[in-house]
């Protein structure tokens, strides 16, 4: 078996960044048996690769193409002279280095995944170099007049020696009150930074989950303030799709102008899905007024606030707003199989005047609210 090239640590790091950037297309100096970054090329098509390797001929150069979509599969193709060698033998602090470096950008990735951006990351280099068996890392964000502080944990693995992004606790505090919950992260996937104060807001989030089995589905998840687990944690709600909550039905019943557009619909959707309150504009007298709107799985239909969310409408106020035949439904009309429209506008105000004082009261802190199989799409 042919021995390979020796790359550099420069040139591994390089060739990481190319690949996550989509250029696998790669030539390289064949000559050479220690590979500098001056040494490989990266691009993003063949066509391209090949007029490098046509323009660019030297005494002390022989190019080669080759196409590689992970540093690993980069190194299994770069073989160096006729010799034989044991592979095993061969760039082992390279290999190792590489191992450290994909695992650091994987982690740098799942950062900015996760919605806390690349304000970490010099700190989390910095604790995987110096090989801390585990460590977290803090940091703080602003919501309007509400303080969202974050305390990701890490931890190394005796079985692969990887780090791995294990969870981050929230600790809110806002104009009412304090409130803490732990959200777990799988393999990258998890409740995001805006999610998780979206749900200590009060707010739910539609996230695709997991089965014990490994299947895979959807679901809206809600903290339960009124009710904790043993160990002092928010237990969690959920609202599958087979319980009938249709967030575009939802909003049809509003003379919402943002309807009439495609692309604005779609924003829309994404938005209230995970969590946000959104201002819309409702056509009400043939004049745009502006609400704040937000979406509620438990009752079925949105939530609608005066323009800066500052106060929640009732459903009475909320019936004005609506188009003709979902006025009729929620001011009486008995559907089969459905509340009326005044049982539900009872629950939902007793809910809302609830939910606005309960802040007030909380200020425990929690220790292991595990949202089990939430993750997100990539």
Aim: glycine share 8%.
């Amino acid at each position: 078996m042919k021995p390979k090239h020796c790359l550099s640590d420069d040139l591994i790091s390089a060739a990481q960044e190319m690949f996550l950037s989509n250029h696998h297309w790669i030539v390289y100096n064949g000559l050479n048996h220690e590979l500098e970054t001056g040494d490989m090329q990266f691009f993003k098509n063949k066509r391209e690769a090949s007029q490098y390797t046509q323009n660019n001929t030297a005494e002390n150069a022989s190019y080669k193409l080759i196409y590689a979509s992970s540093i690993l599969d980069l190194i299994g193709q770069l073989t160096y002279g006729n010799s034989i060698g044991s592979v095993n033998d061969v760039n082992p602090p390279a290999k190792t280095n590489f191992m450290k470096e994909e695992n650091l950008n994987y982690l740098k990735i799942d950062l900015k995944y996760l919605g806390f951006g690349d304000r970490l990351q010099a700190n989390l280099e910095h604790n995987i170099r110096q090989g801390f068996p585990e460590f977290v890392l803090r940091t703080q964000t602003e919501f309007g007049s509400a303080t969202l502080d974050s305390t990701l944990y890490f931890s190394r693995s005796n079985e692969d020696g990887k780090y791995y992004f294990n969870r981050h606790d929230a600790r809110m505090k806002n104009d009412v009150g304090v409130l803490e919950q732990s959200f777990y992260v799988n393999k990258g996937h998890g409740i995001t930074l805006k999610e998780a104060f979206n749900l200590l807001e009060g707010r739910a989030v539609y996230k695709e989950m997991d089965t014990k089995e490994g299947e895979q589905y959807h679901a809206w998840i809600q903290l339960d303030f009124e009710n904790r687990e043993e160990n002092g944690s928010y237990k969690i709600k959920q609202f599958h799709e087979e319980d009938g909550y249709d967030l575009g039905k939802a909003l049809s019943k509003f003379p919402l102008k943002e309807l009439s557009d495609q692309q604005k619909t779609e924003r829309l959707l994404m938005s209230l899905q995970k969590g946000n309150l959104q201002a819309v504009t409702m056509m009400v007298d043939g004049k745009g007024q502006r609400f704040s709107i937000g979406a509620s799985p438990e009752y079925k239909t949105v939530d609608v606030f005066d323009y800066g969310a500052v106060r929640p409408l009732t459903n009475d106020q909320k019936a004005q707003l609506m188009t003709g035949e979902s006025r009729k439904r929620l001011n009486g009309k008995k559907v089969e199989g459905e509340q009326t429209g005044k049982e539900l506008s009872q629950q939902h105000d007793d809910k809302q005047s609830k939910g606005l004082k309960h802040g007030q009261h909380v200020s425990q802190k929690l220790q292991g609210q595990k949202t089990k199989g939430v993750k997100n799409h990539r």
